[in-house]
T-cell receptor
Framework: KQEVTQIPAALSVPEGENLVLNCSFTDSAIYNLQWFRQDPGKGLTSLLLIQSSQREQTSGRLNASLDKSSGRSTLYIAASQPGDSATYLCAVSSPQGGSEKLVFGKGTKLTVNP | NAGVTQTPKFQVLKTGQSMTLQCAQDMNHEYMSWYRQDPGMGLRLIHYSVGAGITDQGEVPNGYNVSRSTTEDFPLRLLSAAPSQTSVYFC?????????????FGPGTRLTVL
């Protein structure tokens, strides 16, 4: 059974700092891994999607890496801003019974202080 | 495009009442799904559909029914609400069942069952 863990559960940093969020998963047989952002009381917004054959994806100040063999992914945020404050969720797409299942981590709540 | 829309945004029910959570998407996506999000539990898949007329159970389907008569709509029905169904419900869609696609999430419905 695929399990996804995100560490830390919460993180508070000063504005301008570079930071890394971690995601680990137990089964390396994955289709892809996605990072989402969730603002309080809102839905999820997809940030980056990394296919199982890829090692990283970049979008603006965000860079996500994937090491499938070790079951790890990191989300790097450069020059953090107060507007980056949100909960960041990692989700792994894995095969299940001839279909596909998306398993989410519990998230890292990020606070960027001005 | 409005993306994925959900109604209502908030709902309070009494134990035993029934209701339908509405979800619609205007992106002509084949794949739609329902998740619930509970504190400390992450997002869990309730039901999903790979196309009109086709639905299947996810991780936590008990107490919920779904149907998919059109591509656009995927309602979630609670037949007899229980306090354990107090949660935030998210509907999501993606282009098709291929695992390489990004999922788009609705804004959520906050349900309280008294």
């Amino acid at each position: 059974k695929q399990e996804v863990t995100q560490i830390p559960a919460a993180l508070s940093v000063p504005e301008g700092e570079n930071l890394v969020l971690n995601c680990s998963f137990t089964d390396s047989a994955i289709y892809n891994l996605q990072w989402f952002r969730q603002d309080p009381g809102k839905g999820l917004t997809s940030l980056l999607l990394i296919q199982s054959s890829q090692r990283e994806q970049t979008s603006g100040r965000l860079n996500a890496s994937l090491d499938k063999s070790s079951g790890r992914s990191t989300l790097y945020i450069a020059a953090s801003q107060p507007g980056d404050s949100a909960t960041y969720l990692c989700a792994v797409s894995s095969p299940q019974g001839g279909s596909e299942k998306l398993v989410f981590g519990k998230g890292t709540k990020l606070t960027v202080n001005p | 495009n409005a993306g994925v829309t959900q109604t209502p945004k908030f709902q309070v029910l009494k134990t035993g009442q029934s209701m339908t959570l509405q979800c619609a998407q205007d992106m002509n996506h084949e794949y739609m799904s329902w998740y619930r999000q509970d504190p400390g539990m992450g997002l869990r898949l309730i039901h999903y559909s790979v196309g009109a007329g086709i639905t299947d159970q996810g991780e936590v389907p008990n107490g919920y029914n779904v149907s998919r008569s059109t591509t656009e709509d995927f309602p979630l029905r609670l037949l007899s609400a229980a306090p354990s169904q107090t949660s935030v419900y998210f509907c999501a869609s993606r282009r098709d069942r291929r695992s390489t696609d990004t999922q788009y999430f609705g804004p959520g419905t906050r349900l309280t069952v008294l």
